[in-house]
């Protein structure tokens, strides 16, 4: 990718997007992870380690998902981004940041997971037998790794993530990432300066103001995500809808403290997989604008299992601001269904009825998980 950037080389943006497709839609977690084998055999029947599996296959609770694959995945989309300033690019590269790319350390950055499953459960999932299914499972983040590559690779991101925010080209800025803060470079007629206000990824309005600007005509290009639906952008009095994702280019001359507000309304979704992903069959992950939830045990009230949940399709999934949880995030609550007693040592039994009992329960964001303890955690959940 970077030698492409550098020379043009068709031939080899041809290769690049042949091993993207292959990777990204047929390979790819819903959390941006990759790398589902620890060990395994390759299409040509060679050994693997720490490898992609075939197409479509994504077990959630054995994924390897290291921690440096996620992350090298947001790294070659950003160097793609450059490239060719396609907005998928950008939307993938924050659908590892705010989900697979973060969960590679808690909340208070000072315990890491080298893998990143989507999965767990916490009665012999991680040790079958006394051996670890994947090298380097754990059950709770580790504060020391025999191999330290994860850890470091989640630190130097963070740290230079903001620099992942913003493109720039001639008189054009593109606007990757959205987040409060100020942005300053020379284009080539002259300085410009932008700040964001924003509560994204948990408010989905951007208040982008130009504090200065050449006084000749530039390019601000705003991104439309491809999780947004009717996203809105409004300048000079004018609004527009958009549902598609792409950069949307705004030419003028800026006045110094003009406005650029970009509206992103953050619906709850219920996600299914691919037809032939086996492990999600049946199943849906939720998601509130670029950030995918889990359930973990804690979060279930009385004594119903993880294991015992239906997710309902037609019943509000209401956000709730917490602000004293976790650091502070957003968290859907909702009602599920449930079937007491999936938790048995038979292999196989017959299907039971289904009941009719409810149970509330608080999904998190998946980058928040294993936080509170050692518990239950699931990504996907079977759906009604």
Known sequence: ADVYSHTGDQELKSAIDRVYDSAVNKKMYITGAQGSYYHGMSSNLDPVEEAFGHDYELPSRVA???????????MFNYRLLNATGDSKYADLMEQVMYNSGLSGANVDGTRFYYNNPLSRRDDGIINLGGTNITNNSASERWLVHQCYCCPTSYVRTVAQVHEWAYGMADDSVWIHLYGPGDFETELKSGKISINQVTDYPWDGRVEITVNEAPSTPVT????????????????????????????????????????????????????????????????????????????????????????????????????????????????????????????????????????????DVQLIPYYAWSNRGCCDMSVWLPVL
Request: net charge negative.
């Open 64 to 74: 390897y998902t290291e921690t440096c694959a996620n992350i090298a995945n947001a």
């Open 220 to 359: 601000i290009n705003v991104r439309i995500p491809k999780w947004s639906r009717e996203a809105t952008v409004t300048h000079d009095g004018e609004t527009k809808t958009f549902d598609t994702p792409q950069y949307y280019p705004i030419t003028k001359v800026f006045a110094k403290g003009e406005k650029i507000i970009v509206d992103m309304p953050m619906k709850v979704k219920l996600m299914r997989g691919h037809y032939l992903i086996e492990e999600t069959k049946g199943m849906a992950a939720v998601m509130r604008g670029p950030v995918v939830y889990c359930l973990e045990q804690v979060d279930v009230k009385g004594d119903v299992r993880i294991d015992d949940i239906y997710l309902q399709r037609n019943v509000p999934y209401v956000p709730e601001n917490k602000k004293d949880l976790l650091n502070g995030l957003i968290t859907l609550t909702t009602q599920a269904k449930y079937v007491k007693g999936q938790k048995n040592d038979n292999l196989y039994e017959e299907l039971p009825e289904m009941a009719e009992d409810t149970v």
